[in-house]
């Protein structure tokens, strides 16, 4: 497994933060259900991350309408207008970044990171991370975030053992 501490940033940022195993090669790993709510005409989170396969649901919370849409190469699609307390859901099949907006609030935005295997983590709070279950060898591991751009480090995991990493993202909360 692969553990790391990010230190010296807004630890509000550290939540649009994805931590990954650079692999092209796909590995088959159980699909997931997670949610992007629609809050304040904001979507929350504005980052998440799940292996191809996996579903997310968009619930509006809001009192208005909202439309929710991406034009990415990875998933284009448009789930229509609709109302609060109900949901639309979108399984992305294909790896890469999506971006997701509002057609009614251009204001609105999240993104999407669609990976071909279950190597990946967001980190907490306190920065810490952890990649469980990464084959024995020489991986890069990527500190990725949409502003700051990304990271990446060499490390060698071997057996059960555990690879502690640091990244270092110049992290600021928008102004």
């Not at 309408?65 to 229509?80: E, I, K, M, P």
């Not at 591991?141 to 057996?159: F, I, K, L, P, Q």
Request: proline share 7%; net charge negative; with cysteine.
């Amino acid at each position: 497994r692969v553990v790391g501490i990010q230190t010296d940033r807004d630890t509000s940022e550290l939540d649009n933060v994805v931590v990954f195993i650079d692999s092209a090669t796909r590995v088959e790993s159980a699909p997931r259900r997670v949610t992007i709510r629609q809050v304040n005409e904001e979507f929350v989170p504005h980052v998440v991350a799940v292996s191809a396969g996996s579903t997310v649901e968009f619930p509006n919370d809001d009192l208005i309408f909202h439309n929710v849409f991406s034009l990415s190469r990875t998933a284009t699609f448009d789930l229509g207008r609709y109302p609060r307390n109900t949901s639309k859901a979108r399984t992305f099949t294909k790896p890469g970044v999506v971006k997701v907006f509002c057609h009614l609030h251009s204001h609105m935005s999240a993104i999407v990171r669609v990976f071909p295997h279950p190597y990946f983590a967001t980190p907490d709070r306190n920065g810490r991370f952890t990649i469980p279950d990464v084959p024995a060898g020489r991986h890069a591991v990527t500190a990725w975030h949409e502003r700051a751009g990304e990271v990446t480090h060499t490390a060698t995991v071997d057996g059960n053992g555990t690879t502690e990493l640091t990244f270092s993202l110049p992290l600021t909360d928008p102004e």
